[in-house]
Each structure stands twice: as C-alpha cells, then as structure tokens.
C-alpha cells in the first residue's frame, strides 16, 4: 500500500492475540537497528495485557533492519519509507495506526513487564487524560547502572526534587494498585513550558489527541517530541506512573557529537518561539522566568554553535543581550569561539583524564 511517501507492509489484519481490531498501537521507527530491533519488538508483544499492534518504520536502513523485520512475518507491520529523521517515521506510523491508544517506542530500547497493564490502568480509569507516561531505567551493554533515570535526564524533575506532585498537580490514587506504583496527574501545560520531564519512549495516548493538536512537527527535529507534548498538555491532563516502565539504552550508536547538541539548541529556540507566538500570555504571566528559559536556551545554543558557526553562536548572543540575559558562563562562548582548536581540544583531553 502506497500513502503519502511510504510503504506499508500489512502484517495481520488482527492483533496477535487473535482478538480482531487492536486497542494499542505500538510505533517503533527504526534507522540502521538491525541488532536491537528484536529486544524492542519482543518487549513488546511479550507484554500481554490489551491486544497490541507493532508498527516498525523502517526509516531508509542501510543495516540488516529489512531481515530483522521479515523474520516477524505478520505478527508485526512494517512500513518502509526514506530517510526522513525521528519525528518523519513516527508520523508514518501515526498515520496507519488503527488502535484507540497509540504508544511510542525507540528502536533501541525495551518496554520492561506490566508497562502495558499499568499505563492503560490509568488511560481507562481517567478519560480526562491524554497522555500517560513513565519513569524509566537506564543500562548499557554491562547492564542497568540507574533503576530509576528520569531525575539525572530531566532537569525539570532534578529542580523540584522529584516532587510530582508539584509538577502535576495532583495525584491519582483512584487509578494505582495496593502495593504499586504512585500516579501523578493534572494540567501542566505552563509546568511543561517550562521544562520538558516526559520522556518519549514512555508514553501512550490517546488516538484522539491526533485529531485535536496534529501529528509531530518535522520542522522541530530533536524537539518535536517536547512541542507534540507541549500541545497535547494544552488542551488536556498528563499523567506519570512512577515507576521505571522502560529501559533507556546507552550505547556507542547514540547520537552525541557536537553537531547534534547544536542540532537539538538550535531546535529548542524555534520551539520557544513558536510557543510565544502561540500563546503570548506565557512569558507575561511570569516575565523573569520565561525570560531565564529563553536565555539560558540562547547560551546553550550559541555555547554549541561556538567552534563550528560563531557567526550564528554571535547572534543567539545578540538576542540574549537584548533580552538582558548575559551570565557570567557567557565567557565560556567567547573562549570557545577565539581560541585555536588545538588550545580547546588539549583542554578536552584534560578534562577527560581527570574524570577517568
């Protein structure tokens, strides 16, 4: 089947329990993971629970993803498509899914057991909820080294010390289980535009946010996730387990070179912008702290566009300049912008030996 870019390869036209139409649909996009594709898809339909489909996008691999994929036959569904980035596939998959609920997995990571069971608790427990997401655990080809990740990734849950409560607003205790997990829930809209704490591949929501705020925003690369929550948050509640639901894998292939990080700052900025044109009462509600968020993401980009274009890293100083925000760590960009490469790389290395 031919749609808008992409092939879909169709699996079953049920779910693999046999039941008929599937209540959730699992989208895993994929570029070049042939070798940790099959722990995600089997995390998946070994979850039991609501009848699941697994929807892989195989974004344009060059890897032994397509073989991977076949050995599944029509227990999975696969659509192909050329490479287009995260937020590209995602909507391919988006755009076939035929559940109520539509949940996000990377192709990289694992679902753990339950994650299924405890989430969709909440879903169907609390029709006002959009969006259920998760804590989650981190490990690396020696292990899992933090059970319980999402306060050394988020600095918005590491500010408030891990209260979820404050971030949510409330709690919901209709929805947990004797002896489980806490749930969190409420409106974070202005709470999330402040930070982002939900973690991608733990959520699942409802198909019918689609239709209310649209599908992820390709334009925002790295942060099309945060804006797609952003606007899911402003026309509904949020909800978080809290308890680790996923595992979050660390490896060589992840993508942190300097190009990337400068990538990501650069798409946090569009993402500011377009959420003041959106709703300019935000950053008059509270003008000091809106100020300090813009602010700090124009350092971060320009700190990242330093070495490589400081002819862009001068004009995200520019704009923090006339915002009034100019801290003293600004030095830092302008050491990296004037001194020789060989003066920064030296320094890198000595940083490094010292952590080791």
């Not at 209310?212 to 942060?223: A, K, M, N, S």
């Not at 060989?342 to 000595?350: D, G, T």
């Amino acid at each position: 089947m031919q749609d808008r870019g992409f092939t879909v390869m169709e699996g079953s036209d049920t779910d693999p329990a046999g039941g008929g139409v599937p209540r959730v649909s699992v989208v895993i996009p994929a570029y070049n993971r042939g070798a940790t594709l099959p722990a995600a898809i089997d995390s998946v339909l070994d979850q039991g629970g609501p009848a699941c489909e697994v929807i892989v996008v195989d974004d344009g691999s060059r890897d032994a993803t397509a073989e991977v994929l076949a050995g599944y036959g029509s227990r999975i569904r696969v659509v192909r498509k050329a490479n287009g980035g995260l937020a590209s596939a995602r909507n391919a998959g988006m755009r076939v899914a035929r559940g109520e609920f539509v949940a996000w997995l990377d192709s990289d990571d694992v679902w753990l057991p339950g994650k299924l069971a405890e989430q969709m608790r909440v879903l169907e427990g609390r029709p006002e909820v959009m969006l259920v997401c998760s804590d989650f655990a981190a490990f690396n080809d020696q292990g899992v080294f933090d059970s319980s990740h999402i306060s050394s990734y988020y600095s918005a849950v590491q500010r408030c010390g891990r209260d979820f409560l404050a971030l949510y607003g409330g709690r919901l205790p209709d929805v947990e289980q004797a002896g489980g997990p806490r749930v969190y829930g409420g409106r974070v809209y202005e709470t999330l535009a402040l930070g982002n704490f939900v973690h991608p591949p733990t959520v699942i929501f409802r198909r019918q946010a689609l239709a209310l705020v649209g599908e992820e925003d390709e334009t925002l690369d790295d942060c099309a996730d945060y804006d797609f929550f952003l606007r899911v948050a402003r026309v509904g509640s949020l909800a978080y387990v809290d308890s680790p639901l996923l595992g979050y894998r660390y490896g060589a292939n992840q993508m942190s070179a300097d190009t990337h990080l400068a990538r990501q700052r650069a798409a946090l900025i569009r993402l500011l912008d377009k959420l003041v044109r959106r709703d300019p009462h935000l950053p008059r509600r509270q003008p000091q702290v809106f100020r300090c968020r813009i602010g700090e993401a124009l350092i971060a980009a320009a700190h990242e566009h330093a070495e490589t274009q400081p002819g862009a890293a001068l004009r995200y100083l520019a704009r923090a300049a006339r915002l009034g925000y100019l801290p003293p760590r600004t030095l830092r960009v302008f050491a990296r912008m004037l001194l020789p490469r060989a003066v920064l790389e030296a320094r890198r290395r000595r940083l490094a030996g010292a952590r080791s």
